[in-house]
């Protein structure tokens, strides 16, 4: 069994996310970096790409087997070895530790029940940090995906190429950002890339509209056919159409057309009472363990 190691570029993207597809098949102790987290950090304006060729990817048969990336920038990483080679595990993470550290050290969430990770991080003189992650799970089958449209509301899919600077206006504004839009041309790029995602489905990235035309609320929603789950990420509403239901409905339009085309069960980072409300539940808790330098 011959272990190569490759440094990433753009020509192994889909590869890692077939890697991570298959990381999260059977066993689910690393959903919180499903193949649509890595998506979604990739193409985020906040990853920084100049750091992208320090990904590790460890290679058997033209196979990626093992891997290990920071989240977005330096400080933070992840690391996974596939099913059958786990003796590499060590090495990844050694690697991470020379390669993802900052001035700060370096921080890996792992599952709370993933016993052997816990083990090998100990080992390695990671300690126990305050933050955390939180996974909750929704079972399509199991919940009402009916919804009731407020008035002068009308849900549509977006428009990823005609609509940038109303979704760049929805977004700075559900986020609370003070100020005017930015829509100087590098702001604009940055939501191009943002909307230029691989594997983005606008079918499945769902905003509400109001009378004006505005866009008010915004969900987005992952899903590949070669899982049966999809991945929320993000959800928001402005503030001044807060409390109106506007966030469940298009969470809900979202699942549901997720549901047509095959998926079972939904994912979402989070531990917010919004969606225990919709039916999510508990599936899983992660710890960040940090390596200080």
Known sequence: ????????????????????????????????????????????????????????????????????????????????????????????????????SNEKGLGIAVNDADTHTLDLLRSKKFV??????NVLELELENVSLDYITPEGITMKNLNVKNDLYKHQKLLWKAFDHEGHVPVDEISIHKQQKMLSAANLNPFLHIVAENEDGEYVAYCGLWYSQKTDYAYVEPVCTIPEYRHKGLGKAVVLEALKRSCSLGAKKAYVISDNPFYKSIGFHQHSHYTFYWHNI
Not at 128 to 133: F, G, H, S, W, Y
Request: hydrophobic share 40%; charged share 30%; proline share 1%.
């Open 1 to 100: 069994m011959k272990i190569v190691f490759r440094n990433f570029d753009n020509s192994y993207y889909d590869k890692v996310c077939e890697f991570l597809i298959e990381l999260s098949k059977d066993d689910r102790k690393h959903i919180n970096w499903n193949w649509a987290r890595w998506e979604w950090m990739f193409f985020h304006p906040d990853f920084n790409s100049d750091l992208m060729d320090k990904i590790g990817l460890w290679y058997c048969n033209d196979e990626i087997v093992g891997i290990t990336t920071y989240d977005h920038y330096f400080g933070e990483a992840f690391f996974a070895a596939k099913q059958g080679y786990r003796e590499l595990e060590k090495d990844i993470l050694e690697y991470a530790i020379a390669t993802f």
């Open 128 to 133: 126990k940090n305050d933050q955390t992650e």
